[in-house]
């Protein structure tokens, strides 16, 4: 497998109940994989313990020629993971602008350059720059969520459930956003319970059930109404 993420033999346990069971998938640059499940699949699991917020254990976990097994996650973040948790936890308090630069390790001139990069990238947050985030739409807050993550150049993007909650065509626009990302370079792993969404943009699917991967493949060959997909996604 190649991939600029690559992750094998990955497996997670909660007092001794297996959430991800011995996973192995490659992201490569450029393009986005589905990580598609029921509730409760494994898929949330698997994010945070390839960004290092759950601890795990596996036999590769690399970014490029970076081993990430053993680092914090704000190492990982430094070599270059970024990840959307599930919820759009955006800062209610701050404006888009603010949310942009937190945690953003640059020096002034660079952080201004990301930040107007970011507002270029994202037209909708460009208007209400100066706005405290509580005062944007859910769609807004999940693009809001987006750019902070992106801010950082990364070169894996990992989102949880972007679309939930969002009109499908909020939902959609973000989507289409994700794949521009991608077609930019960056490697995206993308855990949804839309699967027509997903596979609409993603180039290729995992399917998880009960913590193992039990079907993947190009995303273009995987229906979404094909019974194999929806029998394993109705868990
Ligand atoms: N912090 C936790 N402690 C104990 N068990 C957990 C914890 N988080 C998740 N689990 C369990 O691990 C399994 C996988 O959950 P996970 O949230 O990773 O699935 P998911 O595919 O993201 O589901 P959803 O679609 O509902 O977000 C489930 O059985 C869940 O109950
Ligand atoms: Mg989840």
Redesign the pocket.
């Known amino acids: 497998m190649t991939g600029v993420l690559r992750i094998e033999g990955l497996s997670v346990s909660?007092?001794g109940?297996l959430?991800v069971d011995n996973v192995a998938l490659a992201v490569p640059a450029g393009r986005i994989v589905a990580l598609l499940?029921?509730?409760?699949?494994?898929?949330?699991?698997l994010l945070q313990a390839v960004v290092g917020l759950v601890p795990s254990t596996v036999r590769q976990l690399s970014l490029g020629d970076t081993d990430l097994a053993g680092l914090s996650p704000e190492r990982r973040a430094d070599a270059g993971l970024s990840y959307v948790p599930?919820g759009r936890r955006v800062f209610p308090g701050l404006t888009v602008r603010e949310n942009i630069e937190v945690g953003m390790d640059a020096g002034a001139a660079e952080r201004g350059a990301r930040v107007a990069g970011m507002l270029a990238l994202f037209p909708d947050l460009a208007d209400k720059a100066s706005e405290r985030a509580w005062r944007l739409s859910g769609g807004q807050q999940q693009m809001l969520a987006i750019a902070r993550a992106l801010v950082r150049r990364p070169r894996a993007l990992l989102l949880d459930?972007p679309s939930l909650g969002l009109a499908p065509r909020v939902a959609q626009d973000v989507f289409h956003r994700l794949r521009a990302i991608a077609d930019d370079g960056v490697a995206v792993l993308l855990?949804e319970?839309n699967a027509a969404r997903a596979l609409a943009i993603a180039d290729e699917a995992v399917v998880?059930a009960h913590g193992s991967i039990l079907l993947s493949g190009a995303a273009a060959r995987l229906s979404p109404d094909d019974p194999v997909l929806t029998g394993l996604l109705a868990g």
């Open positions: 909660y007092g109940a959430a499940g029921a509730n409760g699949a494994g898929k949330s699991s599930e459930e855990a319970q998880l």
